[in-house]
């Protein structure tokens, strides 16, 4: 079944202690990306790659890295949590550009006391 | 960066009805997707617009990418209870081509049906 994977589905940590949500997708899909959803505020862009070594900034990149190593899987790093990092994370991929959708993962629920 | 204000913020309706929602930017966008949140799951790809003026449909969903290219529109017709979740639009930024990875998000239409 062609899907993008994200591990864990909930997490809670301690401010300062470096975590890593991990994502895969097996659609050979070229970009990926990884959204943060608050209330009110819709999904906002935190990193995207464009391609294995190819990655840029969002909207919202302060705190958080990602990297892109293999094309498969696009992990997203918080070197050190802090409580307004506490958000519903989505990573996501697509296709080429002529396939414009990205296609979600079911998400991951953070919480940073 | 581009933003996209999306109305209404939440609607509650009663089973049968029609619903609309709508999207606008200060800025051009040359794509426009409509997505659809279920309670406890990643949004969903529902309507694709490439083409300003473009009408197209998906059932009961129908969504036009407007003319100045700065706006578009979902309607869905005869609400059922499955209708219920977060409605987001969505636009490529900077001019849209699709070789860009950056899709910004409204901030949702949340939609209640009553049985």
């Known amino acids: 079944e062609a899907q993008v994977t994200q591990n864990p589905r909930y997490l809670i940590t301690v401010t300062g202690k470096k975590l890593t949500v991990t994502c895969s997708q097996n659609?050979?899909?070229?970009?990926m990306s990884w959204y943060r959803q608050d209330p009110g505020l819709g999904l906002r862009q935190i990193y995207y790659?464009?391609?294995?070594?190819?990655?840029d900034k969002g909207d919202v990149p302060e705190g958080y890295k990602v990297s892109r190593k293999e094309k498969r899987n696009f992990p997203l790093i918080l070197e050190s949590p802090s409580p307004n990092q506490t958000s519903l994370y989505f990573c996501?991929?697509?296709?080429?550009?002529?396939?414009?959708?990205?296609?979600f993962g079911s998400g991951t629920r953070l919480t940073v006391v | 960066g581009q933003q996209l204000n999306q109305s209404p913020q939440s609607m509650f309706i009663q089973e049968g009805e029609d619903v609309s929602m709508n999207c606008t930017s200060s800025?051009?966008?040359?794509?426009w997707l409509w997505y659809k949140q279920d309670p406890g799951e990643g949004p969903v790809l529902l309507i694709a617009?490439?083409?300003?003026?473009e009408l197209t449909s998906n059932g009961r969903l129908t969504a036009q990418f407007g003319i100045t290219r700065k706006d578009s529109f979902l309607n869905i017709s005869a609400s059922i209870p499955s209708d219920v979740g977060i409605y987001f639009c969505?636009?490529?930024?900077?001019?849209?081509?699709?070789?860009?990875?950056?899709?910004?998000f409204g901030q949702g239409t949340t939609l209640q049906v009553k049985p």
């Open positions: 969505a636009g490529y930024d900077r001019g849209g081509s699709g070789n860009t990875g950056k899709l910004i």
């Open positions: 617009l490439y083409k300003a003026g």
């Open positions: 996501a991929s697509r296709g080429g550009s002529l396939n414009y959708g990205y296609t």
């Open positions: 800025s051009i966008f040359n794509t």
């Open positions: 790659s464009m391609n294995v070594e190819v990655t």
């Open positions: 659609m050979n899909h070229e970009y």
